[in-house]
């Protein structure tokens, strides 16, 4: 199945943004040769700028735990509830408020790193990184990949303080939420929008389109476009959820 997330709350575009990264780094991780260090790298950077860019960020991720805790007290009382499963919820959030306390020290031990700081403005030179320009980084590259791995392992280590959490949240908020089957009329649906962050859309992989998602209010359309322009796109079932992120 194809899967297609569209935010319909600025804190679901950065929610989704950071998934990306986190995404990207799993990707990455044991990708032991230099083009897959560097992609990881330019993740790490990635991670930097938009933290930067969030000055709210860890107020918004602990006002969603709260509620989503407070969400799972609640489905506890219900007689018919696994409460096994609540639990092991409840636990993942807990975890959650646990690393986030290291959030502002985290933003400090990256932004300092000698690796990190040098390597950053080099990517918006066109092939910035070289031998010549980034001495320290070409040594350090050259170094056997468990060294290497001792400096990668610090930055997972701190951007760990926002992927738990931030994963933690999506997990549960796409838990909670129920796909319903959606017919695309010749490649378009309009329809009256839940009150929702994001929505999770997923059609079979064969569908040779892709949705473009516009929404006024309370107003939603999805329109599939044709992979290959001018070819018809015709009727398409696919599912849709409504999700929120702190329930």
């Known amino acids: 199945m194809f899967v297609y997330d569209f935010p319909l709350s600025q804190k679901a575009r950065k929610y989704l943004k950071f998934e990306n990264i986190f995404n990207r780094l799993d990707l990455t991780l044991d990708d032991q040769s230099e083009s897959g260090v560097i992609n990881l790298i330019r993740s790490v950077i990635d991670y930097i700028d938009l933290v930067d860019g969030s000055g709210a960020l860890k107020i918004d991720i602990l006002k969603d735990l709260d509620k989503i805790e407070k969400r799972l007290q609640d489905f506890s009382q219900d007689a018919d509830a696994d409460k096994d499963f609540i639990n092991e919820l409840v636990a993942q959030i807990k975890k959650s408020y646990q690393v986030l306390e290291n959030f502002t020290r985290q933003r400090t031990i990256l932004r300092d790193d000698p690796i990190l700081s040098l390597i950053k403005p080099r990517f918006m030179t066109p092939c910035g990184v070289n031998c010549f320009d980034t001495p320290l980084f070409t040594f350090w590259m050259s170094l056997p990949y468990e060294e290497k791995k001792e400096s990668i392992n610090v930055w997972l280590n701190e951007i760990d303080a926002v ?85």
């Open 163 to 247: 992927r738990i959490p931030i994963s933690t949240i999506l997990y549960i908020g796409r838990l909670c939420s129920e796909f319903k089957v959606k017919t695309a009329k010749n490649g378009f649906l309009q329809e009256s929008s839940e009150s929702c962050d994001l929505i999770e859309i997923k059609y079979p992989k064969q569908v040779r389109a892709f949705p473009i998602v516009s929404g006024f209010q309370s107003s939603l359309n999805v329109r599939f476009l044709p992979y290959i322009k001018g070819t018809a796109v015709g009727d398409i079932e696919f599912e849709i959820a409504y999700i929120n992120v702190s329930l």
